[in-house]
């Protein structure tokens, strides 16, 4: 793989946009930074990370799956008209923080597998070049290096970036991002990888250390299952949601039918384990009756689910949204010192 550097990160980001690609980057509006399709001039480089996380780029918190309407021809019959496929253009994601972009490699086992796959998300995650920028300030709730993370990581990117000055050093890391940049104007090879070596170790040496999931990775599913912690952090839980509608590796989805007496759309909705409805059958029968239920099966699903299904990969990517955000201070290392008593 290659290695660049540029002088100016404003004329890399004008070439990037004139690739033909869509710029989605961080951006400020009303004082919080987002990931949006934006002009090369309005990009943000003074973030920590994302307000919310990238993955509503591939994986949006409303989504037309299909039209239908009745079948003129065939009484009771309706015609299906897949949406939305066709218009996803190629994009290229610059500033994704490489905790984010790895919890999208675990979304992406998810919607893509030897089982399974999801086209929407395919069309939108194959077709985005995705551009990491390292993390050269970790903040006070980042931890991606407790869960097998690093604030360089290069997990689910095409290319790695960094600041350097008024410029930025670039390493590719896959075919797709090789391409991408050999396309573009005003790169300089070299003077990439070394500085970068540097950098990540200082980054990381103010960062925590490794959790100790080894217990919990190890145990039999029901010895942790039935651990007595539970029902404490289910009785400060308010199972409000705010803590999966941050994750970037959350991935709950509802598909719902708006429709009238011609037919209707399907839309795909964002859900989430923590409530109630979310798994209630149609016989009326609830499997997660009580909030013990929810709050033990999303520290399950990171914890020990995923990585069960993932090769050892962790659900938890570290990027602390969760630990910032939920209202009663239920943090998720907690949980997991709890699950590895
Ligand atoms: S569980 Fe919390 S810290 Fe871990 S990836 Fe999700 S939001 Fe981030
Ligand atoms: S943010 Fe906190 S209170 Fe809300 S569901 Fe998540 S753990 Fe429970």
């Known amino acids: 793989m290659a290695e660049y550097t540029v002088k100016d990160k404003l004329s890399f980001l004008k070439a990037a946009a004139g690739s033909g690609r869509r710029l989605l980057a961080p951006s400020s509006k009303d004082g919080r930074v987002r990931l949006a399709e934006v002009t090369p001039d309005r990009v943000a480089f003074d973030y920590l990370n994302t307000h919310l996380s990238p993955k509503d780029a591939f994986f949006p918190q409303t ?32 500033g994704l923080r490489p905790c984010d972009a790895r919890g999208l490699a675990v979304c992406d086992r998810v919607f893509q597998n030897d089982r399974f796959t999801d086209p929407y998300w395919k069309t939108k995650y ?99 299952y039935n651990q007595p912690h539970w029902k404490e952090t289910a009785d400060r839980c308010l199972n409000c949601g705010t803590c999966t509608f ?31 409805l979310y798994t209630i059958h149609g016989s009326g029968h609830n499997p997660r009756p009580t909030k013990t239920e929810r709050v033990r099966q999303r520290f399950m699903h990171k914890l020990k689910y995923i990585p069960l299904k993932q090769g050892g990969a962790c659900g938890c990517v570290g990027c602390g949204r969760c630990v910032q955000h939920c209202p009663v201070n239920i943090d998720i290392r907690a949980v997991a010192v709890d699950m590895s008593k």
């Open 63 to 94: 989504e037309k799956m299909l039209a239908f309407h009745k079948d003129a021809a065939k009484p009771g019959a309706f015609v299906y008209q897949p949406l939305g496929l066709d218009k996803i253009q190629p994009t290229v994601v610059f």
């Open 126 to 224: 194959e077709g985005a070049v995705k551009i990491g920028l390292a993390c050269q300030a970790p903040g006070p709730n980042c931890f991606c290096t407790a869960v097998g993370g690093s604030p360089f990581g290069e997990d689910g990117l095409d290319v790695l970036a960094f600041t350097k000055g008024e410029g930025l050093g670039l390493k590719t890391l896959t075919p797709a991002g090789d391409e991408f940049l050999k396309g573009l104007s005003g790169l300089e090879s070299g003077g990439a990888a070394g500085e970068m070596d540097g950098l990540k170790k200082a980054a990381e040496s103010r960062l925590p250390g490794p959790l100790d999931l080894a217990k919990a990775q190890a145990a039999p599913v029901m010895e942790i």
């Open 246 to 276: 941050f994750c970037p590796t959350c991935h709950c989805f509802d598909i719902q039918d708006e429709e009238n007496e011609r037919g209707g759309v399907r839309m795909r909705n964002w859900d989430t384990c923590m409530s109630w």
